[in-house]
């Protein structure tokens, strides 16, 4: 079993690109979710999905845009990425928002 | 405004000796605490967790203490090992249908041979 698994590793944007992070998990977990990690300010949660057609906005959703395709897979969209959003950023998933949540490895973007 | 304060950003103890974390929060309606470890170019992993109704919950070497009146936890970690060498984030989440967590911003925690 992979767990989480999150690709790419790393990326490098040019102001005004977009991209697309995928993440897939492997453990039949219902919720799914996005954070950042940015020097000093921990994780914050981008976007969540709480069970399969369902998303919601975290604390920073601004320039997001997210999709669950299926139960396995949730994506995150930059639609045209600004340097602001050059961080470390995280997929993560538990069985029903209990909290005890699996983390995948991240994905470094840089936005130039 | 943080709902969930660490406010030492880094510890330093020596091998075999007690590290103690500690995580404030504001928010009253928050019921469940979790920490999480997490070492460079990792995710962070769940290491353990506690109930509002309860003050302590021990697993091997690692023990939580919530104190609500204080709206205070720690964690306590004994013996301390080189391995646990690692960023710690305190969350918090509030009950029923609340899918979210809101994490601290992290202590770095370095165990020293």
């Known amino acids: 079993n992979a767990g989480v698994t999150q690709t790419p590793k790393f990326q490098v944007l040019k102001t005004g690109q977009s991209m697309t992070l995928q993440c897939a998990q492997d453990m039949n977990h219902n919720s799914m979710y996005w954070y950042r990690q940015d020097p000093g300010m921990g994780l914050r949660l981008i976007y969540y999905?709480?069970?399969?057609?369902?998303?919601d906005k975290g604390e920073v959703p601004n320039g997001y845009n997210v999709s669950r395709l299926n139960k396995r897979e949730f994506s995150l969209r930059l639609e045209s990425a600004a340097p602001s959003q050059t961080s470390v950023y995280f997929c993560?998933?538990?069985?029903?928002?209990?909290?005890?949540?699996?983390f995948g490895p991240g994905t470094r973007l840089t936005v130039l | 405004d943080q709902q969930v304060k660490q406010n030492s950003p880094s510890l330093s103890v020596q091998e075999g000796r007690i590290s103690i974390l500690n995580c404030d929060y504001t928010?009253?309606?928050?019921?469940?605490f979790l920490w999480y470890k997490k070492y460079p170019a990792e995710g962070p992993t769940f290491l353990i967790s506690i109930s509002s109704i309860k003050d302590k919950n021990e697993d091997g070497r690692f023990t939580v203490f919530l104190n609500k009146s204080a709206k205070h936890l720690s964690l306590h970690i004994v013996p301390s090992q080189p391995g646990d060498s690692a960023v710690y984030f305190c969350a918090a989440k509030s009950g029923g249908s609340n899918y979210k967590l809101t994490f601290g911003k992290g202590t770095l925690l370095t165990v020293n041979p």
């Open positions: 928010n009253s309606m928050f019921d469940y």
């Open positions: 993560a998933t538990d069985l029903a928002g209990t909290g005890e949540q699996f």
């Open positions: 999905s709480a069970s399969e057609g369902t998303t």
